[in-house]
């Protein structure tokens, strides 16, 4: 754990792999939920609760071909993953009323549509990199400052291959991307030590 002495509290972006499906209002008695997931009709009615029947619904989604996982995020969210699962024609039929449907990370009628960021509070350590530490930069970084954050919680850096977008955060008034994340010990205190990008254009 990094001494509360040396940290400051941050405040980190955290950019969705996935895609969401959001509702504008809780689902109530015989609402009919219908979506498209790759030209697979998913359809489940309301049972028992909004929050029961998000959780079937995203069971019903994570059963379709193609899907690595659906999860009830919330009782008018569900994440699903990866981004490139197809999701189209969703709505909700029936029932005294029915929620909006939206649909974020992906492309959706020919749209793109961004992912839902999170915010995730921590306290961290945000450091300028000394010289021989700016040498271990990849060269398409090193027209940006560079800061060295450490924290007790780990920050996610760019993992194509697994859908991971990087984390952002904001510092001393500027926005930061991490472009690397690894365990840390230093002092018998087991800590992450992170290397970010300063994203927005330095005065000249």
Known sequence: MISSQFTKPIVVSRQAAG?????????IAANDF?????????????SV???NTMALIAAAIAAVGGVTSAIAASSTRIDILPSEVGL???VVTGGASQPTVSLYGGYFGGTYIPGIPSSISMQASVQPLRGYELLNVVEAQRGREQVKVYSDLPLLSLDEANGVLADRFTFAGHTYEVHSSAPNLYLGRPHYK???SRLDPAPH
């Open 19 to 27: 895609s969401s499906i959001v509702l504008s209002t809780d689902l």
């Open 194 to 196: 992170c290397m970010a």
């Open 34 to 46: 219908k979506i498209v997931v790759n030209d697979v009709l998913v359809s489940v009615v309301y």
């Open 49 to 51: 609760s909004a929050l």
């Open 88 to 90: 189209e024609k969703a």
